[in-house]
C-alpha cells in the first residue's frame, strides 16, 4: 500500500510544479495586440519644409509605438522601390529598455537620410504598397497600416493603375499630406479623381482607405 501511495503522488506533485513554474512566468501580449506601421514617404520633389513634415511624424508615431510593435519607414521612388530598400525597418524588442534605445536608432537612421535631401524620379505608390503589404504580413501584427506621404500621383500616370489588384485585406491604408500638383490649380477636379482612384483601388483589394491632410490629428495613425 505505501508503495502505491508513492506511485500517485508522485504525478501529483510533478503536475504542482509544472503549475507553480508556468505560474512565474511573464505574460506575453498575444500577436493581435500589436501594431505594424509601414511609412511610405515620396522624396520626389519634394521641399524641405515638406522633409521636416515627415521627420516630425516619423518621431511622432515612434514615440507612440509599444515594445513588440513594429515600425518601417521606406523612401517611394521607383529606383528605391524596385530594389527593397528601407531607410530602417524592425520589430520592437518586447523589453521596454531596449525597444527605447531602438527607437533611438530609428529616429537617428530617419534623421541621417532626410539630411541628404534625398530625390527620386517619380514615385512608384503602387510597387511600395506590394512591398510594405509583403513586409507586414511578415511581422504578424493584429493591426497593419500603410502611411503614404505623397501627393499620391503615380509616376507616369495621374492617378493608381487600374488593372493592378493590390491584397490589402486586413490593411488600413492612409494618405497623409497630399499636396496639390500644378495641374490641380487649372482643374480642381484632378486632385479629387485622383485620391477617388487609389481610394478605389484599396478598397477594391479588401483595405480601408483614410485620408489625413491636417497632421495636428493623427490619432487614427495609432490609434490601436
Request: proline content about 7%; aromatic content about 6%; charged content about 20%.
Amino acid at each position: 500500500m505505501h508503495k502505491i501511495k508513492s506511485s500517485l503522488a508522485l504525478p501529483a506533485l510533478v503536475f504542482f510544479a509544472l503549475l507553480m513554474l508556468s505560474g512565474c512566468r511573464e505574460p506575453q501580449p498575444p500577436l493581435s495586440h500589436s501594431q505594424g506601421i509601414y511609412m511610405l514617404l515620396d522624396t520626389s520633389d519634394i521641399s524641405a519644409f515638406e522633409l521636416k513634415k515627415a521627420q516630425a511624424l516619423s518621431n511622432y508615431i515612434l514615440g507612440s509605438l509599444n515594445p513588440a510593435d513594429s515600425f518601417a519607414v521606406a523612401p517611394l521612388g521607383s529606383q528605391s522601390v524596385q530594389e527593397k530598400t528601407s531607410i530602417h525597418q524592425i520589430t520592437f524588442a518586447k523589453r521596454p529598455s531596449v525597444a527605447t534605445n531602438q527607437k533611438r536608432v530609428f529616429a537617428h537612421k530617419v534623421d541621417s537620410f532626410l539630411k541628404k535631401r534625398p530625390q527620386s524620379p517619380g514615385p512608384d505608390i503602387a510597387g511600395g504598397l506590394l512591398l510594405a503589404v509583403e513586409w507586414l504580413s511578415q511581422t504578424k501584427a493584429g493591426k497593419k497600416k500603410i502611411l503614404i506621404f505623397s501627393d499620391m500621383k503615380e509616376e507616369g500616370s495621374a492617378g493608381p493603375p487600374g488593372e493592378l489588384q493590390i491584397p490589402l485585406q486586413g490593411f488600413t491604408v492612409i494618405a497623409l499630406n497630399v499636396t496639390t500638383l500644378r495641374s490641380d490649380n487649372t482643374d480642381p477636379r484632378d486632385y479629387l479623381d485622383r485620391l477617388n482612384g487609389w481610394r478605389l483601388q484599396v478598397e477594391n483589394g479588401g483595405g480601408t482607405w483614410l485620408l489625413i491632410n491636417d497632421l495636428t490629428r493623427l490619432e487614427p495613425v495609432i490609434d490601436p
